[in-house]
T-cell receptor, first 109, second 114 residues
Framework: GQNIDQPTEMTATEGAIVQINCTYQ??????LFWYQQHAGEAPTFLSY??LDGLEEKGRFSSFLSRSKGYSYLLLKELQMKDSASYLC??????????WGAGTKLIIKP | DSGVTQTPKHLITATGQRVTLRCSPR?????VYWYQQSLDQGLQFLIQ???????AKGNILERFSAQQFPDLHSELNLSSLELGDSALYFC?????????????FGPGTRLTVL
């Protein structure tokens, strides 16, 4: 089968750094996506990785290791508005997105 | 604003009824996806259309159907509604199913079945 695993919930402090992990097993790999979703709103695209390594985009960075079937999303200088769910999704050999259940990030002052 | 539009924003109906949700993709996007998200649950992929043709099917119930029209807008039809169908329904669009093809989501339709 195909599956994506991410922690259900994480808590962090405003101003700190948090790393959200995602491991995957899919039939083929054509890239990994991270989305942010605030409660009751649509998911919004954050990042895409297809090659190994770190991609940095402002306060957010995403890392990929294809050999380990592993990715993480790193959020720096956390702000209260970063409280949201973070969804990991992998594009498989048919370019179908396999979605994780999401990680709910709670930011405390 | 992703450029994907969905109507209506909210829909309240009764069990046993039928509703139609509408989605207009971003300009230039050929592929449309439908997702269901129940309260505090993950995204459940329902169905994908590409340039008017069904391309992939997920966990879509037989009571649900969809289509994509020549102008590329899409409709999701939900019939014989049950209480458990209450959820947020998202439409997403992308240019072309392929590498680095990013899906952009509409604001969703919140369906409440009473």
């Amino acid at each position: 089968g195909q599956n994506i695993d991410q922690p259900t919930e994480m808590t962090a402090t405003e101003g700190a750094i948090v790393q959200i992990n995602c491991t995957y097993q899919t039939s083929g790999f054509n890239g990994l996506f991270w989305y942010q979703q605030h409660a009751g709103e649509a998911p919004t695209f954050l990042s895409y990785n297809v090659l190994d390594g770190l991609e940095e985009k402002g306060r957010f960075s995403s890392f990929l290791s294809r050999s380990k079937g592993y990715s993480y999303l790193l959020l720096k200088e956390l702000q209260m508005k970063d409280s949201a769910s973070y969804l990991c999704a992998v594009s498989n050999s048919n370019y179908q997105l396999i979605w994780g259940a999401g990680t709910k990030l709670i930011i405390k002052p | 604003d992703s450029g994907v539009t969905q109507t209506p924003k909210h829909l309240i109906t009764a069990t046993g009824q039928r509703v139609t949700l509408r989605c207009s993709p971003r300009s230039g996007d050929l592929s449309v996806y439908w997702y269901q998200q129940s309260l505090d649950q993950g995204l459940q992929f329902l169905i994908q259309y590409y340039n008017g043709e069904e391309r992939a099917k997920g966990n879509i119930l037989e009571r649900f159907s969809a289509q994509q029209f020549p102008d590329l807008h899409s409709e999701l039809n939900l019939s014989s509604l049950e209480l458990g169908d209450s959820a947020l329904y998202f439409c997403a669009s992308s240019v072309f199913p392929g590498v680095a093809d990013t899906q952009y989501f509409g604001p969703g339709t919140r369906l409440t079945v009473l």
